[in-house]
């Protein structure tokens, strides 16, 4: 991944600034590099957008079935000391979670969680990391998706239900869920589920 970030931030400049010095094809070759390599590195994500927001359309048309996933997704409506979550709360969070579980089988990638332990483990890896950012969900989800494998499917969780600031948010726009705190929790349990199927067990 270095050679990728210097790659990011030089390749273009280089090309710039030795195009008087330079034949004219070497800085086209070098961007044709630059761009085939960035497509290359996309093609390794296997859950799309496009793959998501079919999957999410069927979720919503209400033809997706969660029944298949349950036992992964029971997790994400255990009960917690500290938040307390509404049936509408539990219901919205098995709603994403199914439509990562599916996206996730269509792509062969999806495995059954059935190690509670471990996704609590991720779990308190991810509390970490909120705690290292200050709770600043800026930072926080800038260090959480620093080379995840399906970044993406990450970014649709994220948007999907963390707490919105009051500056980007248009008029019209409700709460996803009966609280932020409850917000946080769902995107925390969602990703360590995320994290238990993609991420290798160590």
């Not at 869920?177 to 589920?193: N, T, V, Y």
Request: glycine share 4%; net charge negative; hydrophobic share 40%.
């Amino acid at each position: 991944m270095v050679y990728l970030n210097f790659l990011n931030t030089s390749s273009i400049q280089f090309a710039k600034t030795t195009q008087e010095q330079l034949p004219c094809a070497v800085p086209t070759r070098i961007e044709k590099l630059y761009v085939n390599l960035r497509s290359y590195i996309n093609q390794k994500m296997k859950v799309t957008e496009e793959l998501i927001d079919k999957i999410l359309e069927q979720g919503e048309n209400g033809s997706l079935d969660p029944t298949p996933y349950m036992e992964s997704l029971k997790y994400l409506i255990m009960e917690d000391e500290e938040v307390d979550m509404t049936e509408e709360d539990h219901a919205y969070l098995i709603f994403l979670g199914t439509i990562c579980m599916e996206s996730l089988k269509r792509t062969g990638l999806y495995k059954e969680v059935t190690d509670e332990e471990y996704i609590y483990d991720l779990e308190d890896a991810n509390w970490d990391a909120l705690e290292e950012a200050d709770g600043d969900l800026d930072v926080f989800i800038t260090a959480v998706s620093k080379d995840y494998p399906e970044m993406d499917l990450l970014d649709f969780v994220a948007f999907s239900i963390l707490p919105v600031d009051e500056d980007d948010a248009e008029e019209d726009d409700e709460p996803v869920m009966s609280s932020e705190d409850g917000q946080l929790l769902g995107f925390i349990r969602l990703k360590a589920l995320l994290d238990a199927v993609l991420l290798p067990k160590v």
